[in-house]
């Protein structure tokens, strides 16, 4: 059974209560969908994390750094599995921002 949940990019927040800025995505999954957006959310926090320490070796240039891979990769199937789970404001806010459009990437 698909619930409401609202989604904050920034705070990496899935939640079912609306409050504060919470409500920037808001989706209907079900209890696995859910689990997979957070699996997603959470590489996401890994590879960024990878990457902040990456950064402190001046080196290694940026194009070739797989911890920024991963997080592009990360962030790009996060906005797709929202977009795919959205409401129509959500689908039409990534829509407009073009992140999931070949050119954007």
Do not use: C
């Not at 409401?4 to 079912?16: A, H, P, R, T």
């Not at 800025?21 to 959470?42: K, P, S």
């Not at 590489?43 to 070796?57: K, L, V």
């Not at 940026?62 to 977009?83: C, L, S």
Request: aromatic share 10%; net charge negative.
């Amino acid at each position: 059974m698909k619930k409401k949940y609202y989604i904050n990019l920034g705070s990496q927040e899935i939640s079912q209560i609306k409050y504060d800025n919470n409500e920037g995505f808001i989706i209907y999954a079900t209890d696995d969908e859910v689990r997979l957006l957070r699996q997603r959310l959470d590489g996401m926090d890994n590879a960024d994390r990878d990457a902040f320490w990456r950064a402190h070796i001046p080196i290694r240039p940026y194009h070739n750094d797989k911890p920024n891979d991963d997080y592009d990769a990360g962030i790009t199937e996060a906005f797709q599995m929202i977009h795919d789970l959205g409401n129509k404001e959500t689908k039409q806010h990534i829509d407009d921002i073009g992140i999931l459009r070949d050119d954007h990437l």
